[in-house]
């Protein structure tokens, strides 16, 4: 194996800050490759709201601070007409979640006051914010009342542990270690959250002009499943939310119901709906008769399909799924205001789009495309829509740029609020090929992308850089990543493709992995990668593989099948399933569905589908790059790993990022695991 001189992380990284800062001399207009702290530069629209006439849009301006390494929220008002726009709330205030009043008069959303989040409200008319709430836990999600006086919100309720130990008092002015944590629930720290606070999720109503705070479920179990917003009923009598009320909830996975509370003191909460699965995501039609949800019917599958049920409230009739016939993941019902028929969001082959269920079961597409909001990965994940008087908000699909804030109006799109289009004009962008190949072993057909160098010339010959989505039940599309910017500004071919488990496809594609993963969706990324060398502009000697998350599975998983790589970044990957079932926070899921036992009724099945059964056939020069507070995938895996390629003697270095959680934590954390990769492919070839 021969190597090329490479600067180490920290010299690429100070490259960096050199690139970013134009010489005196240079052209100020002169186009420049996407560098690493442009991703200080660009801004999203998140979670864009349009307001009950539809004539403005309230939306959440994400940008990340250079100074404190953070992302920050600013809250965002934009007239949907001429797109004049101003500043409500600061960042501050750290806004997020915001939902209009129904007059139209104010808006609250969940932000910073004190030591915890909390319930506030901003005035349009004066920009006056007022603080509505004072919890220990923070708010998960709320809804306003239909006459604007009342907001349900969903909240943690503590509950204390019974003590079976005391010590004893210590002396004064003793230095002893910190008390044990003593842990009894499962399960007991989550990614991105960490340590979990005992208690359960219940369900509160705040009367705005008297301040009173009421709590209206009680008991075991969690109200307000999946941090879905409850909905209340036109009369605002009562409300329905998603509740699993089993005091093992939260070991069963996967399992919810919807009931409606009623407000009135003595009265009990009706369940709606019984069957065996996971109903979420309530919505009640304008008149009070019917109720839409997201669903799905509980099957022994890594891959459960949501869809859009119907449930008339009246008579014994049951729900009825809307989107069956659409085959495609389904979610975020919203009534149309007449009652007539039901918006949802669905995923269709790397985009979101949104469709229209009627009642008679009939579906179209009203918005053909809308986009994502991670900007570290081509995802269609983290797609939203709100609408109102016949208009829909969203984020845009872009190639080039992150997403616009986008508005659909009488059968058009229109950008109302381009936040980085100053930033698009100096830089130069490589080209985005759409691209679909058959899979060598079946002739399945594999939908993907190819993101060429800016200055591509197809006589030259260049690396390729394979990137894997995680998931594994996911899918990557046609939006801009600054990671795989990144990677083609450094002269990087990239590929990225939805093998079979990817969404967007299918039930029947997505379930093609269930037990078989890694399996098959292995040879669909080497069939794409066979078809890229075969157009002659690939270096077959430079080759890189590498993922996050399922991604890292697969790229860990690839390195045990082949030694065609020159290099591979596994990013936060499963390497030993049994391990991680018994570590990660979703232990349940995969235990339940991912697999036909738990770990130790069939440890050969578990052991067989681990990368690290192939680790004694790696000799592929490896990166590891993990989060060390990363609770979904935990560094214990990496390490696994890690270890057995040292004892192996094969070339490795474990990246471990400090405090951060499976997205990777931090701006700074996202870069160096991004240059750190580039800088890992840079020095070695085959």
Avoid at 208 to 237: C, I, K, Y
Wanted: charged share 25%.
């Amino acid at each position: 194996m021969r190597h090329r001189h490479c600067p180490s992380l920290f010299r690429l990284l100070a490259l960096a800050l050199l690139l970013s800062a134009p010489s005196a001399g240079a052209a100020v207009d002169a186009a420049r490759p996407v560098e690493a702290l442009d991703l200080y530069r660009l801004e999203q629209p998140i979670d864009p709201q349009l307001s009950p006439d539809g004539r403005q849009v309230a939306v959440l301006r994400q940008l990340r601070d250079i100074q404190t390494d953070r992302v920050r929220n600013e809250l965002w008002l934009v007239a949907a007409e001429g797109g004049e726009r101003r500043l409500l709330v600061g960042s501050d205030r750290s806004p997020g979640n915001p939902r209009w009043s129904p007059d139209g008069q104010s808006i609250a959303f969940i932000g910073k006051e004190g030591a915890s989040p909390q319930l506030l409200r901003v005035s349009l008319a004066d920009g006056r914010v007022q603080v509505l709430s004072a919890l220990r836990q923070a708010p998960r999600s709320f809804a306003w009342s239909p006459d604007g006086r009342s907001i349900a919100y969903v909240a943690l309720v503590e509950r204390k542990a019974t003590e079976f130990f005391a010590l004893p008092s210590k002396p004064d002015g003793a230095q002893w270690a910190t008390p044990p944590r003593i842990v009894r629930d499962y399960p007991y720290r989550a990614d991105g959250e960490g340590w979990l606070v005992p208690g359960d999720m219940q369900l509160f109503v705040l009367e705005l002009g008297s301040g009173r705070q009421r709590q209206l479920t009680n008991g075991p179990g969690d109200w307000g499943a999946r941090d879905e917003a409850p909905a209340w009923f036109p009369d605002g009598q009562s409300i329905v939310v998603s509740a699993d009320t089993d005091p093992a909830a939260r070991r069963r996975a996967n399992q919810g119901d919807l009931w409606r509370v009623p407000l009135r003191e003595g009265e009990a909460a009706q369940r709606l709906t019984d069957d065996d699965g996971f109903e979420t995501s309530p919505a009640v039609s304008p008149d009070g008769r019917s109720l839409a949800y997201t669903g799905w019917r509980k099957r022994a599958n890594s891959f459960q399909r949501t869809d859009i049920f119907l449930l008339p409230l009246q008579g014994t009739q049951r729900a009825r799924n809307l989107t069956a016939p659409l085959d495609r993941n389904a979610a975020s019902p919203r009534w149309r205001e007449d009652g007539t028929g039901i918006h949802f969001l669905y995923q269709d082959e790397g985009v979101n789009r949104v469709g229209l269920a009627t009642l008679m079961g009939e579906s179209r597409v009203v918005v053909p495309q809308v986009g994502n909001t991670r900007l570290l990965l081509p995802s269609s994940s983290g797609g939203t829509y709100s609408a109102a008087a016949g208009r829909f908000a969203f984020p845009s699909v872009e190639a080039d740029r992150p997403a616009t804030l986008a508005l659909w109006s009488e059968g058009r799109q229109r950008v109302l609020w381009d936040m980085n289009a100053e930033w698009r004009v100096g830089k130069a962008i490589g080209r985005l090929e759409e691209i679909r190949i058959a899979s060598k072993p079946d002739r399945r057909s594999i939908h993907g992308w190819i993101l060429y160098p800016p200055d591509f010339d197809p006589t030259r010959r260049y690396p390729l850089a394979l990137d894997i989505h995680g998931g594994p039940h996911l899918d990557y599309g046609p939006m801009f990543s600054i990671t795989h910017h990144l990677y083609a500004a450094a002269g990087y071919v990239v590929l990225f493709v939805n093998p079979r488990g990817s969404i967007g496809y299918g039930e029947e594609f997505a379930s093609l992995i269930h037990l078989a993963y890694p399996g098959r969706d292995h040879d669909d990324l080497m069939s794409a990668v066979d078809s890229v060398i075969a157009r002659g502009f690939i270096d077959p000697r430079r080759l890189y593989i590498g993922g996050g998350s399922g991604g890292g599975v697969l790229s860990s998983w690839a390195i045990g099948k082949t030694d065609r790589f020159a290099a591979a970044s596994v990013k936060r990957p499963v390497i030993n399933w049994a391990s991680t079932t018994l570590t990660t926070d979703i232990g349940a899921v995969m235990g339940q569905y991912w697999f036909e036992r738990m770990p130790w009724e069939q440890p050969d099945k578990y052991w067989a589908r681990s990368p690290l059964s192939l680790v004694g056939k790696v000799t592929t020069p490896t990166l590891i790059i993990t989060g060390e507070e990363d609770w979904r995938t935990p560094m214990s895996d990496s390490e696994q790993y890690f270890q057995a390629l040292q004892l192996r003697g094969v070339e490795s270095a474990l990246m471990r990022l400090p405090e951060a959680s499976h997205g990777f934590g931090r701006p700074s954390q996202w870069l160096a695991a991004i240059l750190g990769t580039i800088g890992w492919y840079d020095q070695h070839t085959r």
